[in-house]
């Protein structure tokens, strides 16, 4: 072997190598482009991110931490771009010498994008697609440069190929990274909310809640569960696209008729003493029956609390809550002041707010529908009057006020299910928050009003499951129910729609038994 033909053995290898690198930065360019516009959270980068941190055993999420800090999750991403360039680097050297190698190793590395953004909880319809692109790109830029590096039938590829190559690799590479800023820019500052979420570790309750009664859930198939899992939890809002917003630049600023205006921000929001409460949150769009409603563990401070740091002027009456998108929601003072324990929520069950419920913080009020009280992603509390300011839905013609009405409803069987004769069981939900639920009756055809068996509640701001016995005979029927509340009201038969101030009536449900 000459001289001159090792020289040029060992540059194909630093070739091979870059057009490896190159093929991998247009590859996931152009994915987290495609992410940014079809599906921010399936971003290549933040998927692997997120799964590697769910994998990572906690003593290395500690270590990370403690290394890194607040930096951890930039330590992540460097991390795994690092390892990403080398990978990428090889896959180019074993495509030139031992192909197809190293497409498939690009392929695998996009498959695992694929895999990793489809299992992400709450992954949408289109988390595939990512890393489809990322794969498909891969190989095919891999093949196309590595081609350029190859003898053509024995005859060493001359040095105008050569510089072609060269053209073609750095070309590639710069269209990748500027597919990246492209595709970083399309995404605004909201790069991997996901992760950040994801590391994101909650205080513990100074006042943790009673644990849920071992009699809170009769556990029959077909009733809702008594706390709603995250993924379960109804999704109620205006925003088109869900706010992104990372902790780090997240503030709530406490304004209007105040001693002192007060910003807090996230790292003094999650120093002060943390309180959990079981709430059920209830929309008032939910139709008689309906399912716009579900119940969770919130862990968050008392907006009694802030409030106080700022200091409310004995006029105001209303707090309008004001999200970073533009929401707005007008809340009684009385209802944040009282003892009911309204939250700034930071927790759901367990765990941080999902981002489509308010990540990183939202209100949470026991006994008030959701658009009057609940506002999500909250940057603003204004302490206001009902006569100064008026709230979205308010505007759009529902009522200024919204205490959530005496309702229950029929889970089991389901309206229109067809069920076999004999011994079998009806089974609901009931829930008046803040009142609590005394008793339901459950009336079959014309017959009379029998008295339901509750589970044990929660507690008054939680709804609570009902249950009751019954020998089905051949033929239809008609079930309906009613709740009765602690405070002796029973539930008016009453229809009212949903609009201006929460559905009204009973349940009612044909089964036809046979
Ligand atoms: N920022 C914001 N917060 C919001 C809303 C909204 O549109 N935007 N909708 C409210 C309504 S109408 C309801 S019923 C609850 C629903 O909360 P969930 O989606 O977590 O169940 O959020 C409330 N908070
Ligand atoms: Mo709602």
Known sequence: MTTHARHSTRQDRIRSAAAGLSAA???????ELVAAVVEPSASPFAVIGSGLIDLAPSWAKDTAIALFGTGDKVALIVGVAIVLAVVAALSGFLE??????????????GALAVVAAMIRPGAGPFAWLPGLVAGLVAVIVLRMLVRRLRPVAGIAPDEIDRRRFLIWTTGAAAAGLVLLIVGKVARGATRSIEVVRDALRLP?????????????????????????????????????????????????????MVDREVRLTWDELVALPMQESDVTLACVSNEVGGSLIGNARWLGVPVRELLARAGVDPDA???LSTSSDGFTASTPIEALTDDRD??????????????EHGFPARLVVPGL????????WVTQLEVTRFDRATAYWTTRGWSERGPIKLQSRIDVPRGG???????????????QQQVGIAGVEVRIDDGPWQRAELATAISADTWVQWSLAWTAERGSHTVECRALSVEGETQTSDPAPPAPDGAQGWHRIDVSVA
């Open 25 to 31: 930065v247009v590859a996931v360019g152009l994915a």
């Open 417 to 431: 299910q067809s069920v076999p004769a004999g011994d079998t069981v009806i089974a609901g939900m009931a829930w």
């Open 369 to 376: 529908y959701g658009y009057v009280s609940a506002t999500k």
């Open 317 to 319: 009456d209303m707090v």
């Open 96 to 109: 030139l010498r031992r192909p197809p190698i190293g497409a498939v190793i690009l392929a695998a590395l």
């Open 342 to 355: 309204a939250l700034l929520a930071v927790g759901m069950n367990g765990e941080p707010l999902p981002i």
């Open 204 to 256: 513990k309750p100074a006042r943790a809640a009673a644990p849920v009664p071992a009699g809170a859930d009769l556990e029959i198939p077909g009733l809702a569960p008594v706390v709603t899992p995250n993924a379960e939890f109804y999704r109620i809002d205006t925003a088109l696209i869900v706010p992104r917003i990372d902790p780090a630049d997240w503030s709530l600023r406490i304004h209007g």
